[in-house]
């Protein structure tokens, strides 16, 4: 390579593009490194759900602004996305409480929101089950996207409209500063310069500097998802969140009635073993796609968790997604995880090798929704 560019993002995922991205937007050169064809993690396991709704205020207000950023992106070109909203569905007085508290924390806050009675939920929502549902809270703002095809879309979309080059199949195993110019070597002894680099693959992290992998506090989560077959004319639109995500996310320990509900949990139950929370997106085929579970380990020992499917956790998931839609069909076609990772302490890794060398990643689950808006932010603050 003889090409110098201001810009290396190593990591095209979906935190690494949104970097990309926003760099461009200032009129920098920028070269995307990514190790594979296309990505390969996190970023294309997941369910393609982007729901501020879920987070703290934070990074709702991150995620806020990723709305935003998909909408003017996808106005260019199709990135599947869907503007079909989310609802979280409640199973009972309890989650029925924690919805209304959220609805008027979402009013303080001008962030729409629409609490939803349990007919109007029975109406919307096709297959729901009269015996579990009480009620629901539905944000119409927000989208849907198919992970693995926007991506490649967005990288696409970048490459033609912004300038953006793309360097796949790429493994960075060294990166350096000299004083004037930072460098990142390749497998096949390829160099890239510029002025910075940001690292946001959590792969290239661990070979680039495994000594500040290992002393770091980033834990990995292994989440099981399941997707049915293609469900005909069935149409289940938007986000559904049901009541154990409810007692899961971080928007609702905001409410007043949170840490009383969550003491009266179970500790023992199956769910809280495995971090299981029951979602259902439909994606462009017509399938489903159902999960999910989390399972933890020190993300330097992430190989405890193992490469296997918990069956048990799947049945178990099938069992509940049964209590709470009549699908159509609950055959499925496929089943796999995805591996993220996440701080214990912070909410996402930042840390500075060198001066001008990032490394931006432990952004957890948070990140098909926080990262547009993110890395404008981080963007905006190295290059202010």
């Not at 962030?111 to 929502?125: A, G, H, Q, R």
């Amino acid at each position: 390579m003889t090409a110098k560019f201001d810009l290396i993002v190593v990591g095209g995922g979906i935190l690494g593009t949104f970097h990309a991205y926003h760099a461009l937007k200032r009129g920098l050169k920028v070269a995307l490194l990514e190790r594979n064809s296309v990505p390969q993690g996190a970023t294309v396991r997941n369910f393609g759900q982007v729901v501020p709704s879920g987070m703290d205020l934070t990074w709702q207000n991150y995620g806020r602004e990723s709305l935003a950023i998909y909408n003017e992106l996808h106005a260019q070109a199709d990135l599947t996305i869907r503007k079909n909203g989310s609802v979280y569905i409640a199973s009972n007085d309890e989650e029925i409480q924690l919805i209304e508290e959220l609805y008027e924390i979402n009013r303080n806050n001008d962030y729409e929101s629409v609490l939803l009675s349990k007919n109007d939920c029975i109406k919307k929502f096709d297959g729901l089950r009269s015996d579990y549902c009480k009620g629901g809270l539905f944000f119409p703002q927000e989208l849907s996207v198919d992970s693995a095809d926007m991506i490649v879309k967005l990288h696409k979309l970048l490459q033609e409209k912004l300038g953006l080059q793309i360097f796949s199949n790429t493994t960075i195993i060294e990166t350096g500063e000299n004083g004037q110019n930072c460098s990142a070597i390749s497998a096949d002894g390829a160099e890239f310069t510029a002025s910075k680099i940001i690292i946001c693959g959590g792969h290239e992290f661990k070979t680039l500097y495994p000594k500040v992998f290992d002393d770091s506090d980033l834990e990995v989560s292994k989440l099981q998802m399941l997707q049915t077959k293609p469900q005909g004319i069935y149409s289940l639109p938007g986000n559904i969140l049901t009541g154990l995500s409810i007692r899961r996310y971080e928007s609702f320990s905001e409410c007043a009635s949170f840490e009383k509900i969550k003491a009266s949990e179970d500790p023992k139950s199956f769910e809280k073993k495995y971090g299981v929370h029951i979602l259902f997106k439909q994606t462009l085929d017509g399938s489903i796609i159902l999960g999910d579970s989390h399972e933890y380990a020190d993300a330097k020992n992430a190989d405890d968790l193992g490469y296997d499917l918990n069956m048990e956790i799947d049945e178990f998931m099938i069992h509940e997604a049964k209590k709470i839609i009549d699908l159509p069909t609950y055959e499925i076609q496929r089943r796999w995880f995805g591996i993220y990772s996440q701080c214990k302490t912070k909410d996402i890794f930042e840390h500075n090798p060198s001066p001008n060398i990032y490394i931006i990643t432990g952004i957890g689950g948070k990140g098909m929704t926080g990262s547009g808006g993110f890395s404008k932010f981080n963007i905006d603050k190295i290059y202010a």
